[in-house]
């Protein structure tokens, strides 16, 4: 198997952020007045477990990076850790259904502290789902090898800063995260794929991550629309290392399929069917293809436009196997 590009540059060290946007990571974590406590564990599974159950947002997202470099650093096992049956959240903000969820125009927050709260909810989330893919498939490390829980543990990582520099964003603009109702869809399509490994990749980062991919670039130039020009290069950051994520879910759903001796694109497709989960456009096909994923998984219109190709070359070799029949009949 190829590894994707973005996949291939998963053991270097992460660039810094762009000084206009935010202050580089480290000094971020250094400079928090109430330091989180320092995770004593000794394995990666007992370390996302204890993010997991950590319910204060920053603590969670500081936590998750200490979780990640005293792996790196300790070179810790995999190990093992039940994970909570669901992440531990804080009062605020209440979570509620899609349908509950304020508009822009009823959530008493501006257009870009909206949109950078949606997206630390978000970020939130994705913390809390890449440590429990960790702690969820520990049991299958010696199938799945320590390469699969390194790649999730250094998205968690990623999760963690994005969800600092949109809740630092939101500080500058007077709001914090909590500060309106956030839904609670996507632990529920966790929820879902949590006895499949199978099912999470292509849940997760194959279509919940991958929309992430499709919004970004509109949520940037809404910002730009906005006149804020600091929130959108921060999305557009955040957009950019998310690509990555799908890369990774990318490259581990084909080396599950391959243990598993099945196609991924037909398994891709059965899953979603099993699991009720809908592919929705418009798609950022550039994204997409950056990150791996193969236009026929989700795309149903370049099945249908090939297999409209398909018929237009059956129906002219047909006229040419005519004309020859005839020609061939005259000449005889
Ligand atoms: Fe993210």
């Given at each position: 198997l190829l590894l994707p590009k973005a996949v291939c540059g998963r053991t270097e060290v992460k660039q810094p952020i762009p000084t206009q946007c935010s202050p580089p990571h480290a000094a971020y974590f250094s400079l928090v007045p109430t330091s989180p406590p320092s995770p004593p564990l000794s394995s990666l599974a007992e370390l996302a477990a204890l993010v997991l159950s950590t319910p204060d947002p920053s603590t969670k997202s500081r936590l998750s990076h200490l979780a990640f470099s005293r792996w790196l650093r300790l070179r810790l096992p995999v190990g093992a850790a039940p994970p909570p049956l669901r992440p531990a959240r804080p009062p605020n903000p209440p979570l509620v259904s899609p349908k509950e969820v304020p508009t822009h125009k009823n959530s008493g927050l501006p257009l870009n502290a909206y949109m950078l709260h949606n997206l630390a909810h978000v970020e939130l989330n994705a913390i809390d789902l890449a440590w429990d893919t960790v702690a969820r498939f520990a049991p299958l490390r010696d199938?799945?090898?320590?390469?699969?829980?390194?790649?999730?543990?250094?998205?968690?990582?990623?999760?963690?800063?994005?969800?600092?520099?949109?809740?630092?964003?939101?500080?500058?603009?007077?709001?914090?995260?909590?500060?309106?109702?956030?839904?609670?869809?996507?632990?529920?399509?966790?929820?879902?794929?949590?006895?499949?490994?199978?099912?999470?990749?292509?849940?997760?980062?194959?279509?919940?991550?991958?929309?992430?991919?499709?919004?970004?670039?509109?949520?940037?130039?809404?910002?730009?629309?906005?006149?804020?020009?600091?929130?959108?290069?921060?999305?557009?950051?955040?957009?950019?290392?998310?690509?990555?994520?799908?890369?990774?879910?990318?490259?581990?759903?084909?080396?599950?399929?391959?243990?598993?001796?099945?196609?991924?694109?037909?398994?891709?497709?059965?899953?979603?069917?099993?699991?009720?989960?809908?592919?929705?456009?418009?798609?950022?096909?550039?994204?997409?293809?950056?990150?791996?994923?193969?236009?026929?998984?989700?795309?149903?219109?370049?099945?249908?436009?090939?297999?409209?190709?398909?018929?237009?070359?059956?129906?002219?070799?047909?006229?040419?196997?005519?004309?020859?029949?005839e020609n061939s009949s005259l000449n005889g």
């Open positions: 199938v799945l090898g320590d390469e699969f829980f390194a790649d999730f543990a250094r998205v968690a990582d990623d999760e963690s800063r994005h969800f600092a520099w949109c809740s630092q964003r939101l500080a500058e603009l007077g709001f914090s995260y909590g500060d309106m109702p956030a839904h609670n869809l996507l632990w529920r399509e966790c929820e879902k794929s949590s006895g499949d490994v199978s099912a999470r990749l292509a849940v997760i980062p194959l279509v919940q991550e991958a929309r992430g991919l499709d919004a970004g670039p509109r949520l940037v130039q809404k910002l730009i629309g906005f006149g804020d020009h600091r929130s959108s290069d921060i999305v557009a950051k955040i957009a950019e290392e998310e690509v990555a994520h799908v890369a990774v879910g990318v490259y581990w759903f084909a080396q599950v399929c391959q243990k598993m001796g099945r196609i991924p694109c037909h398994t891709f497709k059965d899953l979603l069917d099993e699991y009720g989960v809908e592919l929705k456009g418009p798609f950022n096909y550039s994204a997409r293809d950056e990150a791996g994923i193969p236009r026929d998984w989700y795309d149903g219109t370049s099945r249908r436009q090939f297999e409209s190709e398909l018929s237009k070359v059956h129906e002219r070799l047909a006229c040419i196997v005519a004309m020859e029949k």
